[in-house]
């Protein structure tokens, strides 16, 4: 079965500071995403990617940045944390053709200080 | 913009009652998922159901592409079953997808 992971699990980070969430996944997938997850807001989109290399503003990106190093990763970036960035984040990946159903990551939860 | 709409948006059920959760969404599309959310967060994917019926153990999945409505029935639920249950749409080929805000069922014996 597919199967993305995502590092941290939770994290608590200060106001300023830099984090990095990790995705990983193993399905061989072109495409991978970055959503977030607020109450009332339900999961938006941040940025994904299609290739190694190379990454795409979602809905969201402003105060994020992502890296693609390679197909099975990708990462997303807050450069300066801020109070509003607190959400439970999730990875997912897909195919590029066809069937393009999403497998997504257990989540990543963030609390900013 | 495009929208997700699901409604209820929350639904009390006595275990072995039937439920139908409904999806409307706004324009054309490319795919559609059903996904479960367990009560400590992950997510499942139930169904790809970008049109036509589907079917899953108790579950059933009905997208109706020209009515642009997605429709999923749990039939004699069980109190397993509480949880919140998305919908999301590909309205942009292979760029992400918009969720709907959710259906919470809460399943009581």
């Known amino acids: 079965e597919a199967a993305v992971t995502q590092s941290p699990r939770s994290k608590v980070a200060v106001t300023g500071g830099k984090v990095t969430l990790s995705c990983h996944q193993t399905?061989?997938?072109?495409?991978m995403y970055w959503y977030r997850q607020d109450t009332g807001h339900g999961l938006r989109l941040i940025h994904y990617?299609?290739?190694?290399?190379?990454?795409e503003k979602g809905d969201i990106p402003d105060g994020y940045k992502a890296s693609r190093p390679s197909q099975e990763n990708f990462s997303l970036i807050l450069e300066l944390a801020s109070l509003s960035q607190t959400a439970v984040y999730f990875c997912?990946?897909?195919?590029?053709?066809?069937?393009?159903?999403?497998?997504f990551g257990p989540g990543t939860r963030l609390t900013v200080l | 913009g495009q929208q997700v709409q699901q409604s209820p948006a929350s639904l009390v059920l006595q275990e072995g009652e039937n439920a139908e959760l409904q999806c409307n969404f706004s324009?054309?599309?490319?795919?559609m998922q059903w996904f479960y959310q367990r009560p400590g967060g992950s997510l499942v994917s139930l169904f790809y159901?970008?049109?036509g019926t589907k079917h899953s153990g108790r579950l059933t999945s009905t997208t109706v592409i020209k009515e642009r409505r997605s429709s999923l029935h749990i039939s004699s639920s069980q109190t397993t079953d509480s949880g919140t249950y998305l919908c999301?749409?590909?309205?942009?080929?292979?760029?992400?997808?918009?969720f709907g805000l959710g259906t919470r069922v809460s399943v009581f014996p």
């Open positions: 997912a990946s897909s195919l590029t053709g066809g069937a393009r159903e999403q497998y």
């Open positions: 399905n061989n997938h072109d495409y």
């Open positions: 990617s299609y290739v190694a290399d190379s990454t």
């Open positions: 324009t054309s599309l490319n795919s």
């Open positions: 159901n970008p049109s």
């Open positions: 999301a749409l590909e309205y942009n080929y292979a760029q992400g997808l918009t």
